[in-house]
């Protein structure tokens, strides 16, 4: 996935919802290397969600793209992928 190592403890957080966003955001990266991984390279606020459907935003106004969320954040890493289950029987 192209991150360099580095001594720091890695921390992978898959998705960027709101639980995740919120991790990312408070997390003191100089003390970890943060990736994120989610299948969109956007968060979308999803309680104004209805609104887009009605036709009262737009949908640009509702969705922010994760690397400006996170632009200058030291050992951050964002990679843009799915995370599929491996079920073993």
């Known amino acids: 996935m192209n991150i360099p190592q580095d001594s720091l403890p890695r921390i ?7 639980a995740g966003l919120k ?9 970890y290397q943060v990736v994120l991984i989610d299948k969109n390279n956007y968060h979308t606020f999803q309680p104004l969600l209805y609104q ?4 009262g935003l737009e949908p640009d106004s509702i969705i ?11 050992n951050f890493f ?7 289950r491996l079920l073993i029987k």
């Not at 887009?52 to 036709?55: E, G, I, L, Q, R």
């Not at 922010?64 to 030291?74: L, M, S, V």
């Not at 964002?78 to 599929?84: I, M, S």
């Open 12 to 18: 992978v957080v898959i998705g960027c919802g709101f």
């Open 23 to 31: 991790f990312c955001k408070n997390i003191d990266s100089s003390h």
């Open 52 to 55: 887009v459907a009605t036709s």
């Open 64 to 74: 922010y793209p994760i690397r400006k969320i996170f632009q200058g954040k030291k």
């Open 78 to 84: 964002f990679r843009k992928t799915e995370v599929q």
